[in-house]
Nanobody, 116 residues
Framework: QVHLVESGGGLVQPGGSLRLSCAASGMNFRLYTMDWYRQAPGEQRDLVASISGGGGTTNYADSVQGRFTISRDNVWNRVYLQMNSLKVEDTAVYYC?????????WGRGTQVTVSS
């Protein structure tokens, strides 16, 4: 059974930084693309960033390009999201996701609040 557990969220002022972490288990981690999504209240869940199994390919939503960096550690089975220059509109619950053997797996999410 695949388990994804996010951590690292919190309250930060505009312009600040946070680093989210997602610990994965129950899968051959290094073979699978990992994603970060986010969902603000009343909004749909949107893709923020993706990273290929080997880490060589990354993709970002236009809204976070140049501010967020996704990375992974295939030894410790973790994926990270470094978030810099945070804006109020980045406030959301952030979810770790993977599609493994034709099934979608999600973590429970971690709240990120950007406010002065």
């Amino acid at each position: 059974q695949v388990h994804l557990v996010e951590s690292g969220g919190g309250l930060v002022q505009p312009g600040g930084s946070l680093r989210l972490s997602c610990a994965a288990s129950g899968m051959n981690f290094r073979l699978y693309t990992m994603d970060w999504y986010r969902q603000a209240p009343g909004e749909q869940r949107d893709l923020v960033a993706s990273i290929s199994g080997g880490g060589g390919t990354t993709n970002y939503a236009d809204s976070v390009q140049g501010r967020f960096t996704i990375s992974r550690d295939n030894v410790w089975n973790r994926v990270y999201l470094q978030m810099n220059s945070l804006k109020v509109e980045d406030t959301a619950v952030y979810y770790c996701h993977t599609r493994y053997r034709a099934a979608d797996y999600w973590g429970r999410g971690t709240q990120v609040t950007v406010s002065s």
